[in-house]
């Protein structure tokens, strides 16, 4: 494929990763801020349609906070469903590929067993009911790319890595739950992985998982992110339940999903969620040390 990608949610962790990795020339990434692209409005994504003439749209905007979205429905909505439909016009309009990043979390987590692409969704929250309508927005464009990713990491951003580390360097003791259990990808390979999907001949289509190909529970990523630390974090990690630790949102106990069909038809993989983490501590760690110091 080749031309413009214009990417949404510049700041976000995902648009933030597109814009560090590295695209082949083929393809010239363009990812405007909030303030002239907002997904919600109509007059700025055709404004952005047409001074950018895309050939791909790649939506990584989107209201993330699972818990606020409980009392937020309307505006999780307006965000991760109604303006996926205005980008799935806009990107038919300019005749470009709609790429839209959906979750885990359109899944309720009693399978017993990684998700394919084939199981039937069924949301537990708000966050994952509007996200499962923005997949149905995109899979109704002209031609569409959905790929659903889960426990999304950087090292910038707010996310739970991060805020495992600051709780390290602040708490004798954090409390976590371990009876959760998903696939932590990190942002930085989905960027990589989007890319590759890109820089073929063969347009992409339909709907893949696109995870590490192993699963952690909440604990076994908070134990692992404290161990990465440097200089070390101090902090015991403890279990907790789920009952123990009640939220706003639902969250569903399995959401492994298994991205074998993303191997199987494009030869892609995502790393090891270990390996990966190794990458995005290594940069956190740098960014901590003080001035004048090795890096
Ligand atoms: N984070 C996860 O654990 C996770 C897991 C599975 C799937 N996903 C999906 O992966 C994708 C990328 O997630 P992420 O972690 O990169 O999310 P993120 O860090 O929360 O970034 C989303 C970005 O979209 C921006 N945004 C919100 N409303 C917008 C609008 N109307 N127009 C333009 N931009 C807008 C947000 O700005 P503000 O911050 O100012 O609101 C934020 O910068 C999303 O589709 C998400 O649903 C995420």
Redesign the pocket.
């Known amino acids: 494929m080749k031309g413009p990608v214009l990417i949404?949610?510049?700041?976000?962790?995902?648009?933030t990763e597109l814009a560090r990795v590295a695209w082949p020339a083929s393809l010239r990434p363009v990812a405007p801020p909030?303030s002239s692209?907002?997904?919600?409005?109509r007059d700025s994504v055709m404004r952005a349609v047409e001074a950018y003439e895309p050939a791909i749209v790649v939506?990584?905007?989107?209201?993330?906070a699972v818990d606020a979205a409980e009392t937020h429905e309307a505006e999780a909505t307006r965000?991760?469903d109604t303006?996926v439909g205005v980008l799935a016009d806009a990107a038919g309009e300019a005749g470009a590929l709609l790429v839209h990043?959906?979750?885990?979390?359109v899944f309720d987590g009693s399978a017993g067993r990684p998700y394919d692409e084939d199981d039937e969704p069924r949301p537990v929250s708000v966050y994952g009911r509007t996200?499962l309508a923005g997949e149905g927005r995109a899979l109704g464009a002209a031609r569409s790319l959905v790929l659903?990713?889960?426990?999304?990491?950087s090292a910038h951003?707010?996310?739970f890595v991060r805020t495992i580390r600051r709780l390290a360097g602040e708490r004798d003791r954090i409390r976590v739950v371990a009876d959760q259990r998903g696939c932590p990808t990190a942002?930085a390979d989905l960027a990589r992985t989007i890319v590759g999907l890109l820089d073929r001949e063969r347009e992409p289509r339909g709907l893949y998982h696109a995870a590490a190909p192993d699963d952690a529970t909440w604990w076994d990523l908070a134990r692992e992110s404290v161990d990465a630390m440097s200089p070390p974090g101090n902090a015991v990690v403890e279990r907790l339940s789920s009952a123990e630790y009640p939220t706003a949102a639902r969250r569903p106990a399995d959401s492994r999903l298994s991205s074998a069909r993303l191997a199987r038809d494009f030869g892609l993989q995502l790393r090891p969620w270990r390996d990966a983490l190794a990458d995005v501590s290594a940069e956190l760690n740098a960014a901590a040390l003080p001035l004048g110091a090795d890096r």
């Open positions: 949404t949610g510049a700041a976000g962790q995902l648009g909030e692209l907002d997904i919600t409005d939506n990584t905007a989107a209201y993330t965000i991760n303006a990043v959906s979750t885990d979390f996200k659903r990713t889960s426990w999304l990491y951003g707010t996310n942002a």
